[in-house]
């Protein structure tokens, strides 16, 4: 006599359970595309009344119905690479000193309170930005930046203290938690064999953490920074509350600017017509295109990098 | 205190701990120049530890701390004013596990240790890169292929080149913490075959929990348990002849 087993799918719970479960696995990335697609169809009118130009004109007339996201374009790249430029050291410096300089209690109270930085929202950052960051900048750092570099273009004009000089150093301080902490798994994981490979060839606490440290790291604080330059390409609030919003793109960091996402916090709710709503929702759709596209790099690196050599 | 001994390598009651736990008892022993002393014991005896305490490594974990003295060519290891980072110098250490640095190719993982030291010009690297992988048996399965990284060779060149690595430095002193623990038999004959090569060159202090290894490559034997040196002595008469009922239980399989 042969035994019988009953089938799995024949159980009517499991078959249930199974396709709740793939419903709410395919639910996710069908928003996703669900989203782009919403974009393309808003988008289209002014798709198709300004196409390429849209994205290589640099005015931006909602009277005249006349748009181009250059400026938007210029100064969310700007801001967004020279916020990374500030956090990058810092935060690296930081999660070396959290995994191998302080004991390990005080490295858990740090780290806790560095994390507890990304958990502040965005307008609060923006608040303190415009009571604190502003003036400061206003009336200390831009008029001696101007004094002594002004002869640089970079920091030549009179000192506003809105700008992107002002957009890029909240951005600094809003993405540091975000590397710091993927930095800091990505530190982690370095096995305490390497470290010590470095020490008994007698190298120094900072040549061990040199050698096998940050060179055996460097692919995963790559990608903690393309993930936090992801962050900051994104960010609206606090960037739309300090950066000026002036559609135009100069050579002095001191300047005003704008980003995409603060043209689009800006001028949603008071878009005078449909051209301009459709040209603002294009504004999104460019946001949504390079943001997908640099998280999806850093995600693939990491991953590739640090996930894939620590599972073999 | 600096007196004349006939070791290269000497402690006096060298003890260990982790927190408040002694992992090893204070221990008196010696190592004479160009011999190979094996380290027996089951596991957790704080062999290892020992070892490590040599080139003081025990001390860069969190907690641990070392009291006692140790001897280098008569000169303090421990003892204020002396620089771990130039007592590492000259006591190098192969591990367990083969640990090249996974960012370097085979010949940065040899030279990094004298680019450590300051050595910078690009011919003497490779001249002196050349010798130690010579040393270390390794140099003809290399030589064509210096540029690739150190981690695509497999695991028993691996740890020849981590022999090469340690040996760069030219050390007075190579440490060994099981070093064929993690390779096959027949990597782990070539580097036996190896340790005896080296004896010409270096004093060798391998801890193993392979008796046989022990027998076959060191010159004097310790055998450890619960923290303490039971016996040491020469490795043909403690293997053949035990003075320690202990040690007679360990080496017949007994117990550990």
Redesign the interface.
């Known amino acids: 006599m042969t035994l019988r087993f009953r089938r799995p799918e024949a159980h009517a719970g499991d078959l249930i359970f199974s396709w709740v479960l793939r419903g709410a696995a395919m639910g996710l990335p069908a928003l996703l595309f669900s989203i782009a697609f919403f974009l393309f169809q808003r988008a289209e009118p002014a798709i198709a009344k300004f196409g390429w130009g849209f994205f290589t004109g640099s005015v931006w007339d909602p009277v005249q119905e006349n748009f181009g996201a250059l400026p938007a374009i210029y100064g969310t790249i700007v801001s967004s690479f020279l916020a990374l430029l500030l956090a990058a050291p810092l935060s690296i410096g930081t999660a070396l000193l959290l995994t191998e300089v302080l004991?390990?209690r005080l490295a858990s109270a740090v780290g806790f309170l560095v994390e507890m930085l990304a958990a502040v929202p965005s307008v609060v950052y923006g608040l303190w930005g415009i009571f604190v960051l502003v003036p400061w900048l206003r009336q200390s750092l831009e008029p001696a930046l101007a004094r002594n570099l002004g002869w640089i273009p970079l920091f030549s004009g009179p000192p506003y203290g809105v700008g992107m000089l002002a957009a890029a150093i909240i951005l600094a301080i809003m993405i540091a938690p975000t590397i710091t902490s993927i930095a800091r798994e990505v530190f982690r994981a370095i096995?305490r064999?390497?470290?010590?490979?470095?020490?008994?060839?007698?190298?120094?606490r900072w040549?061990t953490m040199r050698?096998?440290v940050l060179?055996?790291g460097?692919a995963g604080v790559f990608g903690a920074a393309i993930l936090g330059l992801g962050r900051a390409l994104g960010e609206t609030m606090a960037v739309t509350m300090v950066i000026g919003n002036r559609p135009s793109i100069s050579a002095s960091l001191l300047e005003p600017a704008q980003t995409l996402s603060s043209v689009l916090a800006n001028e949603y709710a008071e878009a005078a017509s449909d051209l301009h709503l459709a040209a603002l929702v294009e504004i999104g759709l460019a946001l949504f295109a390079v943001t997908f596209a640099v998280n999806a790099f850093a995600r693939l690196f990491l991953w590739r990098r640090t996930l894939g050599r620590s599972a073999r | 205190m600096t007196t004349t001994s006939p070791f290269l390598l000497e402690t006096r009651g060298l003890s260990a701990w982790f927190g408040n736990a002694q992992a090893v008892k204070p221990t008196t022993l010696g190592c004479a120049a160009n011999t190979v002393t094996a380290i027996i014991g089951p596991s957790g005896c704080g062999k290892s530890t020992f070892l490590r305490c040599l080139n003081r490594l025990h001390e860069e974990v969190p907690g641990a701390r070392a009291q006692g003295e140790v001897f280098l060519e008569n000169g303090p290891v421990y003892g204020p004013g002396v620089d771990p980072v130039a007592v590492r110098r000259k006591i190098g250490m192969v591990f367990q596990k083969p640990n090249p640095f996974p960012a370097l190719s085979i010949l940065e993982n040899t030279v990094v240790g004298l680019r450590l030291a300051g050595v910078r010009r690009k011919n003497v690297l490779r001249e002196l890169a050349e010798r130690s992988l010579r040393l270390a048996a390794l140099w003809d399965e290399v030589k064509d292929k210096l540029d690739q990284p150190g981690m695509s060779l497999s695991g028993g060149q691996q740890q020849r080149l981590c022999i090469a690595r340690a040996l760069a430095v030219e050390p007075r002193v190579l440490l060994m913490d099981e070093p064929t623990s993690a390779l096959d038999p027949v990597s782990t004959a070539r580097i036996e075959e190896l340790v005896t090569e080296l004896k010409k060159e270096v004093t060798v202090v391998i801890v193993t929990h392979n008796m046989q290894q022990a027998a076959r490559i060191s010159d004097r034997t310790a055998f450890f348990l619960l923290g303490e040196v039971v016996e040491f002595g020469e490795t043909s008469r403690l293997f053949t002849n035990p003075v320690d009922p202990r040690t007679e239980r360990y080496i017949t399989g007994r117990f550990g």
């Open positions: 004991p390990r096995p064999q390497q470290r010590e490979a470095a020490l008994a060839l007698g190298a120094t040549e050698l096998a060179r055996s460097k």
